[in-house]
């Protein structure tokens, strides 16, 4: 059996709320039980992955762990906000170390600040409480035939998504603590899986997407079986939008894709509204910045980070208002925290980048980690090989 490992981004992590999301101590696997190599591809890298060696970086093999200067980031903006939403000041100021957080100490200090104040927890010690329980047993609650590729909750928790490569997307009540399925969506235009998922603001509708020219959006609940195609008009064949996003308003959807462009979908005009080419290679990841839908986000296979301005952006001469280079391997995921100001990025070189925007990389070291990332990738597989010194260290 293979355990679907989603990316890092999706295994919980609310950093929009500075802690851990965790509902109940047990951790739940989906577990893919056949698994069928007939694509080429695929049935290639399974091999090889079986029979070569681990490559692991010179400092690996010395037993010698990187260290990361994070004196800058202590003094940021962002390290004071999220060790106060996450209660790590409070626990300072109960006299406890981050290692040693008692729960009956922050009951007890609720006792006696709640009978004054007439409320109970704050949200920043509810997530000191949880942060002292971690899963301890594993439980087993969905089986697949084939490979699971997405797999991700809802924004308040309640529903779980998953998507195989059998074309169907499955969803999970989890509201407490089910894990029942309650709705089989049989994906249409699949050309090998369904590549993104994603819900809407509201959680009625989810979007996914697949080697076609069409996104399509679904109902989220069973009553409702609204199931239509949403076409992209792109240039070309061989297709992909390797991501996509509802804006804040449910009005738009962003894609991201494998020509190097970004698309905005109008969900009022039911048409495609604007189509900009962004990147020299796959785009993999794309996020609104904020609420207002007025800053978009892009991360490509070229290693960088753009930041385009809608105010400003027009298809005949797209240029962004400014890029991030620091990776030294094409991007996977970019996560905004939602405050306009910060996000972080995850990349092929296997580490996380946490980026503000009001800092922009200068147009040289753009240049200078594009033709680092462009030759360093024909020379290792980061789906089974550990990343090269060289991408971890020149582009830090």
């Known amino acids: 059996s293979a355990i679907a490992n989603a990316p890092v981004c999706q295994l919980g992590w609310h950093w929009k ?18 698994v069928d190599f007939s694509d080429d591809a695929d049935s290639d890298f399974e091999n090889t992955a079986r029979t070569r060696q681990r490559v692991f970086p010179a400092s690996a093999e010395k037993g010698k762990m990187r260290t990361v200067d994070t004196s800058r980031l202590k003094t940021s903006d962002i390290c004071h906000d999220v060790t106060l939403t996450s209660g790590q000041k409070r626990v300072c100021r109960l006299g406890m170390s981050s290692c040693n957080r008692n729960s009956v100490a922050l009951l007890q200090s609720r006792q006696v600040v709640g009978s004054q104040s007439g409320g109970g927890l704050s ?25 699971v590729f997405v797999g991700i909750f809802s924004q308040d928790g309640s529903v779980f998504l998953s998507s195989c490569q059998d074309h169907h997307i ?34 009625n509708y989810l979007i996914y997407s697949s080697w076609c020219d069409c996104i399509h959006l679904c109902a989220v609940h069973k009553e409702n079986s609204v199931h239509i195609p949403l076409n992209l008009r792109p240039n070309g064949h061989s297709f992909c939008p390797f991501s996509v996003r509802f804006s804040q308003d449910n009005a738009e959807i962003l894609a991201g894709a494998s020509d190097g462009c970004l698309y905005i979908y109008d969900r009022h005009r039911d048409d495609r509204t604007l189509r900009v080419c962004g990147h020299g290679e796959h785009i993999n990841s794309v996020a609104f910045a904020d609420d ?16 385009w301005d809608r105010r400003t952006l027009s298809e005949e001469d797209p240029c962004p208002v400014g890029q991030f280079a620091g990776h030294g391997a094409g991007m996977t995921f970019v996560d ?12 092929k070189d296997q580490s996380i980048k946490l980026w503000d925007i009001r800092c922009f990389s200068s147009k040289e070291a753009v240049m200078r980690a594009i033709r680092l990332v462009a030759a360093e990738s024909m020379r290792w597989d980061y789906r089974w090989q550990e990343a090269p010194d060289k991408c971890q260290s020149d582009n830090r």
């Open 123 to 147: 949200s920043s010690s509810k997530a000191v409480v949880a942060s002292c329980y971690l899963p301890n047993c594993v439980e087993t609650v969905a089986r697949f035939g084939s490979r």
């Open 17 to 34: 709320l500075g802690m851990f999301r965790r509902r109940s101590s047990v951790t739940r696997y989906l577990l893919s039980e056949t």
């Open 170 to 203: 499955r969803l999970f009540d989890t509201t407490n603590g089910k894990f029942q399925c309650f709705k089989d969506i049989n994906a249409m235009e699949v050309g090998w899986s369904v590549v993104d998922v994603s819900y809407s603001p509201d959680q």
């Open 336 to 347: 905004p925290k939602g405050d306009g100001r910060h996000l972080i990025t995850n990349s």
């Open 292 to 307: 207002s839908s007025k800053l978009l986000i892009s991360a490509a296979d070229d290693g960088i980070v753009s930041v």
